[in-house]
């Protein structure tokens, strides 16, 4: 029976036991099915798998307990650190995955890393408004004032609330929530300009139930489209023009601290980048490896 290398690494965080856990692990030579075993065992909310790719640098897949996934921001930081550990990941050296949402543009910085967001369209939402905001725990009295809800083209789903202590206090019901992606596939961000450090801008919080995570601890690919759902809402404005210095070359980039996890003891950080100019969305964040061993396949 072989063995592969793989490491949990919390992400978002420069300290073990914070942040978002992935595991990540080589891939190459394992099946479809035998990834989906090995990310049910390890039953984390992500497991990534690197192979190698034709189109880029490596080929990365999500998993998560239940079924493989699109887009994961937190195993992508982590797989970032898995390469750089492993000295496969230079500082300040691009890397490309090749991924089922595209190639993704990556790179490391004085031990931070960087990974690009797919930009996708919104549109304001109003389906099942009601009956959502109950499964939630959320009274339309803890909604924050002419804030619709906001739909991304991939069933993520936006809800601006009042402040933190509707935030700290939701209380979802799950099998309801599943119920609601019958048709469509939804996952639940809600959010509030309410934080806990004075440096953050926003905070939220994650619900995934039917791809088997109740609640993620930090979300990169909620996180990164937020600052976008911000613009649309009015309460950021990308278009401004700022004044260039050398920490600074872009005039029109964005750069903002969203915090996540604090409510469940997984406290998180993740930084948000756009540049209107390049037209780009990047999240970027630390990690920290807090185990090391072989799986059997």
């Not at 075993?37 to 790719?53: D, V, Y």
């Not at 930090?218 to 649309?232: F, I, Q």
């Not at 780009?280 to 490896?289: K, P, Q, S």
Request: glycine letters at 6%.
């Amino acid at each position: 029976m072989a063995k592969l290398k793989i490491f949990q690494i919390d992400a978002f965080t420069n300290k073990p036991y914070e942040g978002n856990p992935a595991a990540v692990t080589f891939a190459d030579g394992l099946s479809t099915i035998q990834m989906q075993k090995i990310a049910k065992e390890m039953n984390l909310s992500e497991t990534a798998f690197l192979s190698r790719s034709k189109k880029a640098d490596y080929r990365l897949r999500w998993f998560t307990p239940k079924q493989e996934v699109n887009l994961c921001g937190h195993a992508t930081i982590a797989s970032m650190h898995f390469l750089s550990e492993n000295k496969l990941l230079k500082n300040n050296t691009p890397v490309k995955f090749e991924t089922r949402s595209g190639i993704l543009i990556c790179y490391s910085k004085n031990k931070f890393y960087y990974m690009q967001i797919p930009i996708l369209k919104m549109k304001s939402y109003s389906r099942n408004k009601d009956a959502i905001l109950e499964a939630l725990g959320i009274k339309k009295s803890q909604l924050a004032a002419k804030s619709p809800m906001v739909m991304l083209e991939n069933g993520y789903l936006f809800i601006h609330v009042k402040n933190l202590s509707t935030l700290r206090n939701l209380t979802p019901n799950f099998e309801t929530l599943k119920s609601f992606s019958s048709k469509k596939q939804l996952d639940f961000t809600v959010f509030t300009l309410e934080t806990i450090d004075k440096k953050s801008f926003v905070h939220s919080r994650f619900f995934a139930p039917t791809y088997g995570i109740n609640e993620d601890p930090v979300t990169g690919s909620s996180n990164g489209p937020l600052l976008l759902v911000l613009n649309k809402l009015g309460l950021v404005n990308l278009s401004k023009k700022e004044k260039a210095s050398p920490s600074k070359p872009d005039q029109a980039l964005t750069d903002l601290i969203f915090e996540q996890g604090d409510f469940i003891g997984r406290k998180g950080r993740v930084h948000v980048q756009f540049s209107k100019k390049k037209n780009e969305l990047y999240i970027a964040g630390n990690a920290a490896t807090v185990m090391k061993g072989e799986i059997s396949v």
